[in-house]
Nanobody, 117 residues
Framework: QVQLVESGGGLVQPGGSLRLSCAAS????????MGWYRQTPGNQREMVAV???????VTADSVKGRFTISRDNAKNTIYLEMNDLKPEDTGDYYC???????????WGQGTQVTVSS
């Protein structure tokens, strides 16, 4: 069974940092893109950052310069380093992986990030 498990969310003050992790139960994503998405209150789910199998990244303008996505294929894990967090970053963060062989997308259960003083 394919599973993506996020961790690392929590409560942080504005200007603080968090590091999210997403561990896959399988290596089927090693040859395809993975990414982080978020759903903030009152908004639709949006892309935060994606990373290709060879490390090419795309980051949303709203977090560019503050968030960094990376991956460790040996551990079947991707990360999202979040710095200078703002209250508007509050939301549920989801990991997504694409099985390149079947074009099936898989989602994690999400991890909550709250930025508040």
């Amino acid at each position: 069974q394919v599973q993506l498990v996020e961790s690392g969310g929590g409560l942080v003050q504005p200007g603080g940092s968090l590091r999210l992790s997403c561990a896959a139960s399988t290596n089927i994503f090693r040859e395809s893109a993975m990414g982080w998405y978020r759903q903030t209150p009152g908004n639709q789910r949006e892309m935060v950052a994606v990373i290709s199998s060879d490390g090419f990244t795309v980051t949303a303008d709203s977090v560019k310069g503050r968030f960094t996505i990376s991956r460790d294929n040996a551990k079947n894990t991707i990360y999202l380093e979040m710095n200078d967090l703002k209250p508007e970053d509050t939301g549920d963060y989801y990991c997504k992986g694409l099985d390149g062989a079947t074009q099936t997308a898989y989602w994690g259960q999400g991890t909550q990030v709250t930025v508040s003083s």
